[in-house]
């Protein structure tokens, strides 16, 4: 996807699109999450967790360290604090999660 299919003639911000971009790694990542859970009945996790594993793998780095950067730096920071109880390794068993973790942390270190 290329930021020209959002912006062809410069109507959209950057905060417009980011939403747009966001919003289809969501739609994906549910998608995935709901095929996760049901081919792995035996995963003790939540599907808030596994939706959330699916979303930080999902997005581009550069999306993701743009996306925190454009929030204020206490918003940013309440926001990491709450995800990051569902990505931790120690908590969240999903075979991905600590490759989830590492990018929304390495994201967060940018802000």
Request: glycine fraction near 2%.
């Amino acid at each position: 996807m290329r930021a020209d299919d959002y912006f062809p003639q410069g109507q959209s911000s950057e905060e417009e699109y980011m939403n747009r971009v966001e919003q289809e790694i969501n739609d994906a990542a549910k998608q995935r999450a709901v095929d996760f859970i049901q081919s792995h009945p035996q995963f003790s996790g939540s599907f808030d967790q596994v939706f959330l594993v699916y979303k930080f793998c999902s997005t581009p780095q550069d999306h993701l360290n743009r996306g925190l950067m454009l929030k204020p730096r206490d918003v940013a920071k309440k926001y990491f604090k709450q995800v990051v109880v569902l990505l931790h390794p120690d908590k969240n068993h999903h075979p991905l999660a600590k490759e989830a973790f590492q990018k929304l942390k390495s994201a967060f270190e940018q802000v």
